[in-house]
């Protein structure tokens, strides 16, 4: 098993890292995508009431769809229809950036509807506007609310990724069963693949626990955990 492993794995630990940075090039730009297209959509869902049933349907729709058809279809189909993406990487961000989307919109607006209202009320009474009101008042409170769900989604992103090889982007698991099919020896390659989205897993995982729990003590919402 050792020769295996420095036959299959060492000799193409090059192309290895190579797939690995494709991930982590994915994964950030999807979830920094989903992060804003579904704050966008929770926003207007609960301060735009004439055009709430848009922001409904579009939230439903990304979390009703399955991502390996979100996938196929806005790399098979939206080129066509409206002229983008042109890469299967920016299809690939886009379609995992859509799935994520919907369900960060959701906890975002349980965020906002866990506050009480009388801040708000508040804030208007002396002048504030909406604008200060969300990004001075209640942003900062959400963001803290919902950081362990928003990193859940993160971690999501980067478990689902692992479907865009199928559309031919270089991801680690691209890399990994091109190698196995080449040698056909997938024991040594797909447990180091396993092994390494575990490992980034789990440092993504403790980083934003620890970053979660010094905001948290810095604002004073929990002294210690």
Do not use: H
Request: glycine share 6%; net charge positive.
């Amino acid at each position: 098993m050792i020769e295996n492993f420095n036959r299959f794995v060492l000799a193409n630990a090059g192309t290895l890292l190579d797939g690995l940075w494709v991930t982590a090039y994915v994964c950030f730009w999807a979830f920094l995508l989903a992060i804003v297209l579904g704050l966008i959509a929770c926003l207007i869902r609960m301060r735009l009431p004439y055009a709430r049933v848009v922001a409904i349907g579009y939230i439903e729709f990304c979390r009703a769809t399955p991502i390996l058809v979100q996938l196929l279809w806005v790399n098979y189909v939206w080129p066509e229809v409206f002229g983008f993406p042109q890469t299967v990487t920016g299809a690939g961000v886009i379609a995992l950036a859509l799935q994520s989307s919907g369900y960060l919109a959701e906890t975002f607006r349980s965020g906002f509807e866990g506050l009480p209202k009388g801040q708000r009320e508040a804030a208007l009474a002396v002048g504030m506007s909406r604008w200060r009101i969300v990004s001075r008042i209640e942003a900062p409170q959400v963001g803290l609310v919902v950081a362990p769900l928003v990193v859940n989604q993160l971690a999501v992103v980067v478990k689902s990724s692992t479907l865009v090889s199928i559309i031919a982007i270089p991801d680690l698991m691209y890399q990994g069963l091109k190698i196995v099919n080449q040698w056909y020896e997938p024991i040594e390659v797909l447990t180091t693949i396993a092994l390494t989205y575990f490992a980034l897993l789990f440092a993504i995982s403790r980083i934003a626990n620890c970053a979660y729990v010094y905001f948290q003590t810095k604002f004073g919402i929990a002294s210690s955990r």
